[in-house]
């Protein structure tokens, strides 16, 4: 079935540094790639969607990259804040509407 | 705002006993969801609803099923419960179709002794 790896699992930087998290996803069909994130006691929340006929999308500090063809999309954070520590889920979804994530990265800013 | 409401935070069960998740959404959505939550393994898709009384296997159905009889309510079964299903479950909806923005309820922490 579909399937969808992220890495890494979890990932500490200092405050003002930059974070990156990938992910591959493997049917051809999918069309849609949200990243959430999840607080301590909530449940996840979407900060940043794209498009599979989007390259790039930035939105303030958070920029998604999406390569189709190897099937590989990237999560940055740049200048991180204590605020950003959580933990970030990719996804893949396809047409049909449904959604795939990934084992989530644990993020950790340090002050 | 969208809601989606899961009918308990935290709950205890015993092996064997039929469980009912229930979550309930406000927006209309006609795509609902649950998964589970575990650590290392991130949130895997145990069924998946597109519309009322329409679903859809997802990755772990095994040892689930699940009903949706009205389009804002859809419920999670655990025919008979065992300890290996503890954990945290999450409900999910959004409008049908690609490329639309699910929203997650707060989670229920399910505990099988």
């Known amino acids: 079935g579909e399937n969808v790896e992220q890495h890494p699992s979890t990932l500490s930087v200092q405050e003002g540094d930059s974070a990156v998290i990938k992910c591959t996803y493997s049917d051809s069909a999918s069309n849609y790639f949200p990243w959430y994130k999840q607080e301590l006691g909530k449940g996840p929340q979407l900060i940043i969607d794209?498009?599979?006929?989007?390259g790039e999308k930035k939105d303030q500090r958070i920029a998604v990259t999406l390569n189709k063809t190897a099937k590989h999309f990237s999560l940055h954070i740049t200048e991180t804040q204590p605020e950003d520590s959580a933990v970030y889920f990719c996804a893949a979804g396809d047409q049909g509407g449904k959604l795939i994530f990934g084992q989530g990265t644990e993020l950790s800013v340090k002050p | 705002d969208v809601k989606v409401t899961q009918s308990s935070r935290y709950l205890v069960k015993r092996t064997g006993e039929k469980v009912f998740l229930e979550c309930v959404q406000d927006m209309d959505h006609e795509n609902m969801f649950w998964y589970r939550q575990d650590p290392g393994l991130g949130l895997r898709l145990i069924y998946f609803s597109y519309d009322v009384k329409m679903k859809e296997k997802g990755d772990i159905p095994e040892g689930y099923s699940v009903s949706r009889e009205k389009k804002e309510r859809f419920s999670l079964i655990l025919e008979s419960a065992s300890t290996n299903q503890t954990s945290m479950y999450l409900c999910?909806?959004?409008?049908?179709?690609?490329?639309?923005?699910?929203?997650f309820g707060q989670g229920t922490r399910l505990t099988v002794v």
């Open positions: 999910a909806s959004k409008i049908g179709g690609a490329s639309t923005e699910a929203f």
């Open positions: 794209i498009r599979s006929n989007v």
